[in-house]
T-cell receptor, first 114, second 115 residues
Framework: DADVTQTPRNRITKTGKRIMLECSQT?????MYWYRQDPGLGLRLIYY???????NKGEISDGYSVSRQAQAKFSLSLESAIPNQTALYFC?????????????FGPGTRLTVL | AQKVTQAQTEISVVEKEDVTLDCVYE???????LFWYKQPPSGELVFLIR??????QNEISGRYSWNFQKSTSSFNFTITASQVVDSAVYFC????????????FGQGTRLTINP
C-alpha cells in the first residue's frame, strides 16, 4: 500500500464549485504539505502543517484553505474554484527528525476547473 | 531569496547515450539541502537523491550519478547508457536554511529517450 494517498486522483468541476482534495499518510510523519504543479513552473507550495494545531501559508495560498484533521490527514479546499486553479496537486509529508527532512509525495490529483 | 534553475526545458536523446541534466541553485544560507525527483508519465514524484551543503562527495547509483559543486552552485545529474524507462520530467529542488520547510523547485527538465 502507498504511504501517501490522495483522493480523488482526477476531478473535473465547474467554476464556482467548492472542491476538497484529501491526503492521508501512513508514514507517521508530523509535517504535511500541499503543492500545485503547473507546466513550466515546477511545484509551488500552497500550505504546510507542522502538526494538527500548526498551519502555515505557503507562497500561493490565496483561494485555498486547509484542514489538518489528524496527524495522518491533511485536506485542501477550493472554496470557489476558478479555471486558473486547474493544475496537478500534490500532497507531501516529512519527518523533521530525519537528517534531511526530505519530503515524500503522494500520487497527485489532477484538477480541471471548467 | 532561494532559486533553482534548470535551464534545459527539454532534452531528447537516443537510447544508450549518456545525458546530463543541469541544476543551478541560489541561496545565501550556508546550510542547505538539494534533492532530485523524477516524475514519470504516470505523474507521481519519485525521490531520487539528497545532498547537504557540507557534503560535496559525488554519488553513483547504478546508471545514475550526481555531481555537486559548491564553487559553481550546481548539482547536476547524469544518466549513463540511458534507457527508454528513464523518460520522465526531472526536478531539482532546494531547501535552504536550518529551519526551513519550503522546497523550492526548478522548472523541470523533460527527458525523452528514443529507442
Amino acid at each position: 500500500d502507498a504511504d501517501v494517498t490522495q483522493t480523488p486522483r482526477n476531478r473535473i468541476t465547474k467554476t464556482g464549485k467548492r472542491i476538497m482534495l484529501e491526503c492521508s499518510q501512513t508514514k507517521g510523519h508530523d509535517r504535511m504539505y500541499w503543492y500545485r504543479q503547473d507546466p513550466g513552473l515546477g511545484l509551488r507550495l500552497i500550505y504546510y502543517s507542522f502538526d494538527v494545531k500548526d498551519i502555515n501559508k505557503g507562497e500561493i495560498s490565496d483561494g485555498y484553505s486547509v484542514s489538518r484533521q489528524a496527524q495522518a490527514k491533511f485536506s485542501l479546499s477550493l472554496e470557489s474554484a476558478i479555471p486558473n486553479q486547474t493544475a496537478l496537486y500534490f500532497c507531501a509529508t516529512s519527518d523533521p527528525l530525519a537528517p534531511y527532512n526530505e519530503q515524500f509525495f503522494g500520487p497527485g490529483t489532477r484538477l480541471t476547473v471548467l | 531569496a532561494q532559486k533553482v534553475t534548470q535551464a534545459q526545458t527539454e532534452i531528447s536523446v537516443v537510447e544508450k547515450e549518456d545525458v546530463t541534466l543541469d541544476c543551478v541553485y541560489e541561496t545565501r544560507d550556508t546550510t542547505y539541502y538539494l534533492f532530485w525527483y523524477k516524475q514519470p508519465p504516470s505523474g507521481e514524484l519519485v525521490f531520487l537523491i539528497r545532498r547537504n551543503s557540507f557534503d560535496e562527495q559525488n554519488e553513483i547509483s547504478g546508471r545514475y550519478s550526481w555531481n555537486f559543486q559548491k564553487s559553481t552552485s550546481s548539482f547536476n545529474f547524469t544518466i549513463t547508457a540511458s534507457q527508454v524507462v528513464d523518460s520522465a520530467v526531472y526536478f531539482c529542488a532546494l531547501r535552504s536554511g536550518q529551519g526551513a520547510q519550503k522546497l523550492v523547485f526548478g522548472q523541470g527538465t523533460r527527458l525523452t529517450i528514443n529507442p
